[in-house]
């Protein structure tokens, strides 16, 4: 590792400590006032939106941490940039598809997401193991999926599906579904006569 790459990750880490730091000596529930809780998270973030160094040093202290963290091997997401799924509702949902009462195991879900797919698994009767096993029918992969229960789903030769698939499988509507009231073509319309 070069010395500067050195003190680039010497910086980041030091500021990694100061924000967990700061995070663990203070407590939202500390403060009744609303107001009073968004200053104090200001302050303890250092972040002044009206101060342009501030938030120009807080990015660059920001990026350090995202490259010393990929250099490490880890893929960090900015929470801001997450993709997030949108699940329907139960009342949108289709009983009678084929992950329903089937062992499923869902990966690369953040919690919000993982929060709207538990009423679905529920309604769904659907098992969900800990980890890739022989009776494990499908594997459901989010946008942050990471490799290694991929391979091992392979291995076993089992069905790996995007959640973008899942959704609209369980939503019920396929691209085929919707071609029912289109006018019929020339082809048809001749064989029609």
């Known amino acids: 590792m070069t010395p500067e790459l050195q003190e680039k990750r010497n910086e980041a880490l030091h500021f990694l400590r100061e924000y ?15 107001e009073e809780r968004e200053r104090a998270e200001r302050a303890l973030f250092a972040i002044d939106p009206e101060n342009p160094l ?3 040093f807080a990015e ?3 990026n350090v941490f995202e490259i010393t963290l990929r250099e490490s091997g880890i893929n960090y997401i900015p929470r801001e940039t997450k993709p997030m799924f949108e699940f329907p509702t139960i009342d949108n949902v289709n009983a009678n598809c084929r992950f329903a009462g ?9 919690p919000e997401e993982k929060a709207q797919l538990a009423p679905i698994i529920d309604f769904l009767q659907i098992e969900q193991p ?6 494990l029918d499908f594997l459901i992969c989010g946008s942050n999926a990471g ?6 789903a392979e291995a ?6 995007q959640a973008a698939d899942f ?14 009231d289109l006018p019929p073509n020339d082809f048809e319309q001749d064989f029609l006569q």
């Open 156 to 161: 076993l030769e089992k069905p790996i599906i």
């Open 20 to 34: 967990v730091a700061a995070l663990q000596t203070t407590k939202p529930d500390d403060f009744d006032d609303p």
């Open 60 to 62: 660059r202290q920001m």
């Open 167 to 180: 959704i609209q499988e369980i939503s019920g509507s396929t691209p085929d579904a919707q071609t029912e």
């Open 102 to 110: 089937k062992c499923v195991l869902f990966t690369g879900f953040y």
């Open 130 to 135: 800990s980890k890739v096993c022989r009776k």
């Open 147 to 152: 490799p290694s229960k991929i391979k091992q």
């Open 54 to 56: 501030i938030r120009e």
